[in-house]
């Protein structure tokens, strides 16, 4: 009998979901790289949350390839995709077409295409291509989680880091002014403890870069399940924890990523300050 925590799914079953995510991230990735002269932004929850007909263009090809193969899995994604899957392992993919759209907007190129797919709510294979650094990030639960750049492959392994004065950060902050001071107040408190702190502007590629160890650790108030269905099981499967700071689902609260005892550490600083 598979214990509750384990994938109801058959190796082979698993390893074409992940060739397959792999495939359509790529596809995904070159269409979104294609930028067109005329960018049309719109706002989304707030003034500052940016969305461009790139956004939705990538969202509906990846919708697409995923109707063509997998008719029966679910879909949920940030540009508006929710369907439930129906069959019965109850497999849902989790997109961001792009994460990180106000970086696509600058042309600064940390963005990337996110996929994660979950089995039965369990985090199964993790896509975070970034096509602007020609690298794509990927994890298989229980496989690890690798670098696939300039036509090698990489496996990768989180920094462990004892101590919070050795750390890098990485952090994001909110598209609601109304939580953004609660932010500012726990940048103000971490910043003379860590070594420094980065604000990216790809949560996907913030928890890549932890499994990576390009930064130590990375925490962001109120991410949604698109940003991080992807990059937390990369960074899982690279050695890190990743937990919310006060319990609970990830998309609640604060999101933590960073091998123990940095995690540990940095949780309890994180705990004092006034975001959730
Ligand atoms: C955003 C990015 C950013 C994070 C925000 C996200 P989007 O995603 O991941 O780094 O700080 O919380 O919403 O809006 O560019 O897809
Ligand atoms: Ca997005």
């Not at 509906?60 to 995923?66: K, N």
């Not at 129906?86 to 106000?102: A, R």
């Not at 039965?120 to 690798?146: D, S």
């Not at 990489?154 to 750390?167: E, G, R």
Request: no cysteine; net charge negative; proline share 5%.
């Amino acid at each position: 009998m598979p214990a509750d925590n384990e994938l109801k799914i058959s190796q082979t079953e698993l390893s074409d979901i992940a060739a397959l995510a792999l495939q359509i991230g790529k596809e995904a990735g070159d269409l979104a790289a294609n930028r067109p002269a005329n960018l049309e932004l719109k706002t989304k929850s707030s003034k500052t949350d940016l969305v461009t007909q790139m956004d939705t263009a990538t969202e509906r090809l990846i919708v697409e390839r995923l109707r063509e193969n997998r008719p029966h899995d679910g879909v949920i994604g940030e540009e508006g995709t929710a369907t439930a899957p129906t069959g019965e392992h109850q497999i849902t993919w989790v997109i961001d077409p792009i994460d990180g759209t106000t970086n696509y907007i600058y042309e600064l190129p940390a963005w990337s295409v996110s996929i994660g797919v979950e089995v039965a709510g369990i985090p199964a294979v993790g896509v975070v291509v970034a096509p602007a650094l020609g690298e794509t990030f990927f994890g298989v639960r229980g496989e690890g989680a690798k670098l696939i750049a300039k036509g090698k492959s990489l496996s990768l392994k989180a920094n462990t880091i004892d101590f919070l004065a050795d750390a890098l950060v990485v952090t994001g902050f909110s598209y609601l002014a109304a939580d953004r001071g609660n932010q500012a107040d726990a940048v103000f408190e971490l910043l003379p403890m860590v070594r420094d702190i980065r604000r990216l502007g790809s949560a996907a590629l913030d928890l890549s870069y932890v499994a990576a160890g390009r930064v130590d650790a990375f925490y962001e108030q109120g991410l949604n399940h698109w940003d991080y269905a992807a990059g937390a099981l990369i960074a899982r499967e690279a050695g890190a924890r990743v937990e919310s700071l006060r319990g609970g689902p990830l998309f609640k609260g604060t999101t933590i990523a960073a091998a123990e005892p940095l995690f540990s550490n940095l949780s309890t600083i994180l705990a004092k300050t006034p975001i959730p």
